[in-house]
């Protein structure tokens, strides 16, 4: 029977706040991956908890980036609704585009260009 394989958290860290507004993301690779750099396995701190912690590569440890959380959840948030706004945009363009096919195939008659004559006896 095969052992069930084991998993480690590690912290993919970044050079430049993120759009979620964090220096990091968690992910787990198992436990007999090596961990290099810019990936680390250092927990961050419990008095870094409520704050924007960021590894420091030259010092092998979290620090206090010295942004406010809050200022940082609100440029997050400011991220992902200009995102958002570009795909309601897509989605409209799109929605129009079909609208139109829709008209086109249900009344095939109000589009086309045809000319009836009538003979007269």
């Not at 787990?28 to 701190?45: G, N």
């Not at 008095?47 to 979290?62: F, R």
């Not at 948030?77 to 995102?83: D, G, P, R």
């Not at 129009?96 to 004559?117: D, E, F, I």
Request: net charge negative; aromatic share 10%.
């Amino acid at each position: 029977m095969a052992e069930a394989e084991t998993y480690k958290q590690v912290f993919v860290t970044y050079p430049v706040q993120q759009q979620d507004g964090n220096f990091y993301h968690i992910d787990y690779v198992p436990q007999y991956v090596p961990v290099e750099y810019p990936k680390t396995v250092d927990p961050i701190p419990d008095e870094l908890k409520d704050k924007i912690p960021k590894y420091s590569w030259q010092t092998h440890e979290w620090i206090d980036s010295g942004i406010d959380p809050n200022t940082a959840a609100i440029t997050a948030l400011q991220s992902n609704a200009a995102v958002l706004m570009i795909q309601l945009m897509t989605i409209k363009t799109t929605l129009a585009a079909l609208q139109k096919q829709v008209a086109t195939l249900t009344n095939p008659t109000a589009n086309s260009t045809t000319t009836t004559t009538t003979k007269e006896a």
